[in-house]
């Protein structure tokens, strides 16, 4: 996983609804520090810096399904 | 004239290999032979589906026209029924040959069906497919109640379906917890509770004798050893899997429940890799001869096998793996073989939070976390070290376990 020099930030956010043009990515399909950063920010109010392996829309499945987004 | 490499299965082994080899060998001829009739899709992702929490479209991973735009001519609907290692080609259901230069195998397994009396009847499912996950979604749907076997990770998929779909269901257990080869009671326990908060009722000491059938075929109960008779009109069945090697008995290639590689995918054959459900590879973490169903290891053995098939011998697979369970509300998470080892340290470090650490000659071979899954690096790190804890061990189950809390003198 790459840390991308954007300066922008991103956090993860429950969500119910997946529209069929999401991509789907399930905890076990990510690297181990996409993983960290799943569960450090999965349910909190927190961001991290971006990732290259997570975008903006992108769906995370852990214990809920969280969307990614980054600003 | 440009190598040619058959594939044989578009599962994550195969379809990684197909994307390696593409990557690195821009004029190889490659052919990707399925006899599923869609291509790749996300098989971690069919029980969401199943589940009713997620549509279709977000599964599938590859489109068919991804193969046209990477020139691999992909044949779905196609089942290889004869290997010619001699002669360097495979044999199709339809009379079709495929010769190759370089063989790969990624044809992974089959789900067990129970021995017992009406174990094929309607209404009785394995799940291994998105065929399988489509039927399961439209079974479980119209059922009242319905009964789950095989206490391990893939049957813990049933229960959770069951469970999203408002299905009360009895989890039949041979023993007296679930996946009892990685869990004590007092892990499993936090396992059973989530099950119960999902009308999903664990049943142990249990198990199938036979199923019942109504006068249409359907099932419509499930009779213990016990004589415990439990009405279903769905039951899910996840005993394991048989590995699809009937395919490979009657050639020269070396079986060991499953198709034995080495470290760079290579079967006894030089030019015939395997990769995937289908190996038993030599584990070099492990010290041992291993198998491996996770996701991300299939995947990497797709793409190490690949570059062994372009330039053997350029990269060992060398790999700890894991596999998530995320249906509840904590997650749960098993790494490398935590079936395996002599010996093993377990603790409950918080309010439903435990876990379990299996050594075998004092180094970390394997284990799992439920609720906190923030030591998973530090024990993958541990194995891919070969650092021996034997004296240290209680350490490995300190709130917030980091490698660097061990005494240096353990580091090999």
Known sequence: ?71 | MSDSYVIVGDGIAGASAAETLREQAPDAEITVLTDEGESLYNRILIKEYAKGKLPEAPISIHQESWYDEHDVDLRLNTVVVDIDVEGDAVHTHEGETFEYDSLLLAIGGTPQQLPVENADADGIHHFWTFQDARRIKESVEDAENAVIVGAGLLGIDFAAICGAQEVEAKYLMRGDNWWRYALSEEGAEIMHEAMRERGVEPVFDSGVDRFEVDDDGHVEAAVDPNGERYECDFAGVAIGLNFNTELVEATPLELDDGVVVDEFMRTNVDNVFAAGDITTFNDLILGDRAKNGSWGSAKEQGTIAARNMLDYGSEEFRWVSSYSITHFDFPFLSFGHPTLGDDSVEATTAEGEWRRVALKHGKVVGGVLIGDLSPQSAFKQLMREGRDVSDQTEVLMEPGFSVDDLAATTEQ
Do not use: N, W
Not at chain 1, 50 to 58: F, H, I, Y
């Open chain 1, 1 to 71: 996983m790459s840390i991308r020099e954007t300066g922008r930030r991103l956090r993860l956010r429950r969500t119910g609804l997946i529209p069929p043009d999401t991509r789907v990515r399930h905890y076990d399909e990510l690297s181990e520090e996409a993983q960290v950063l799943v569960r450090e920010l999965a349910g909190r109010p927190e961001t991290a810096p971006e990732t290259g392996e997570l975008d903006d829309g992108d769906v995370v499945k852990f214990t809920d399904y969280y969307q990614v987004r980054t600003r």
